[in-house]
């Protein structure tokens, strides 16, 4: 397990965070907003060689994909299927950095996390442009203790 902040490529200010328990692309201007932002990186919770994001600051809730659209919910159930591979994620090189990371969904291998009007969804890279490589390409940080005063 690695505890990390996922940064932006194409907006290096921002970053994966949750918000009213949706997954969105923000700047992180409090303490609050680091700590939407820390999630430990865990094993897939539906394969093992993918991992799950669950949040630091609310326990047991992973960033889960549902009607494609990223969400931060609590896994009521460990034996739920669908839970488990909405909330699994293969790490592949970064589609718009090699130095970067995209995070390819398990259940829907063609679909990668992007942010769209900095709101975050899984979709299909089916027009290969620059922009989605670029909003689909993140890079993993090691987070602040607290926020720079």
């Not at 990390?4 to 907003?33: W, Y």
């Not at 995070?103 to 299909?124: A, K, Q």
């Amino acid at each position: 397990m690695a505890r990390k902040q996922l940064r932006s490529f194409n907006f290096p200010d921002h970053f994966i965070r949750h918000r009213d328990f949706f997954g969105e692309l923000t700047r992180l201007t409090s303490q609050q907003d680091i700590d939407d932002s820390l999630f430990d990186v865990v094993t897939g919770l539906a394969d093992p060689n993918g991992v799950s994001l669950r949040s630091v600051n609310v326990p047991n809730h992973f960033l889960r994909h549902q009607n494609f659209r990223l969400k931060l919910q609590k896994m009521d159930n460990p034996n739920d299927e669908v839970f488990r591979k909405d909330a699994t994620f293969h790490r592949v090189r970064g589609l718009g950095d090699p130095d970067g990371v995209s995070f390819r969904s398990v259940n829907f291998p063609d679909r990668f996390i992007r942010h769209r009007d900095f709101d975050l969804f899984i979709e299909p890279n089916n027009v290969n442009s620059n922009t989605f490589a670029a909003d689909a390409t993140f890079f993993q940080k090691d987070p602040p203790q607290k926020i720079d005063d």
